[in-house]
C-alpha cells in the first residue's frame, strides 16, 4: 500500500520544534507536551538522540516541561546523571541541568554523587560555559539542603572562584554564599 505523500508521520511536536528556536515556538511545544508522560517522552528522545539545533530545542522544552509538571522527569532519574555527565552541546545540557534545578529532588536521584562531583567540578572549571557553571552552584546548593554536610564544602568550593571570573558566575557564587550565611571577601 502507498503512503500519500501529503501525509505526515512524524510526530507534531517534532514538526513544530524543527520550524525554529524561538520562545513562541517552545512555548506552543510545552502546551502540547502538558502533562502528558508519552509526549513528554518525545520531547526527551528528541533532547538526548537527535542532532542540533533540534535537540537543543527539545532540551528547552524539556527544561520548561519539568518545570510546570516536576512529575514528568520521574521515569528519567536513573538515567540524568549519565546525561548530564556526557552531554557536550551546550543548549541540552543546561536544559537538563535546568529541568534538575526545578524539578527534581537531588536526594531522589538513584547517582546523584556522580551528580553532585561532576557539579563541584564544573564550578571552578573556567573552560567550561558560564550557564553550566551557575546551574552546577545551583544544583550543589540544592543537594546541601538534603545533604547539610556538603554546605561547607560548596563554600570553600565557592570562595575559590577568581575574582576575574565572569560576573554572572561571581554573581551566583555570591547568592548561594548568602544563602549559606557566608560571605567572600
Keep these: 500500500m502507498k503512503k500519500n505523500p501529503k501525509t505526515r ?10 520550524t525554529d528556536s524561538s520562545r513562541a515556538v517552545a512555548d506552543m511545544a510545552v502546551m502540547a507536551v502538558g502533562n502528558n508522560p508519552a509526549a513528554f517522552s518525545v520531547v526527551m528522545k528528541l533532547c538526548l538522540n537527535a542532532d542540533y539545533p533540534l535537540n537543543m530545542r527539545a532540551a528547552r522544552v524539556v527544561s520548561l516541561s519539568a518545570a510546570l509538571h516536576p512529575e514528568l522527569m520521574l521515569p528519567y532519574l536513573n538515567t540524568i546523571t549519565h546525561h548530564i555527565i556526557t552531554q557536550s552541546t551546550d543548549g541540552v545540557k543546561r536544559g537538563l541541568m535546568k529541568a534538575v534545578i526545578d524539578a527534581v529532588e537531588i536526594k531522589e536521584i538513584p547517582d546523584s554523587g556522580l551528580l553532585i562531583d561532576h557539579c563541584f567540578g564544573l564550578i ?6 558560564y550557564a553550566w557553571r551557575v546551574y552546577a552552584m545551583d544544583i550543589a546548593y540544592k543537594a546541601s539542603v538534603d545533604i547539610p554536610e556538603l554546605a561547607e564544602e560548596l563554600q570553600q568550593t565557592l570562595m575559590l572562584i577568581d575574582n576575574d571570573s565572569p560576573v554572572s558566575v561571581r554573581s551566583r557564587a555570591g547568592i548561594i554564599l548568602k544563602k549559606l550565611g557566608r560571605k567572600k571577601n
Design 9 to 18: 508521520d512524524a510526530d507534531p511536536i517534532k514538526e513544530l520544534l524543527e
Design 124 to 129: 571552578l572549571d573556567s573552560g567550561k560555559p
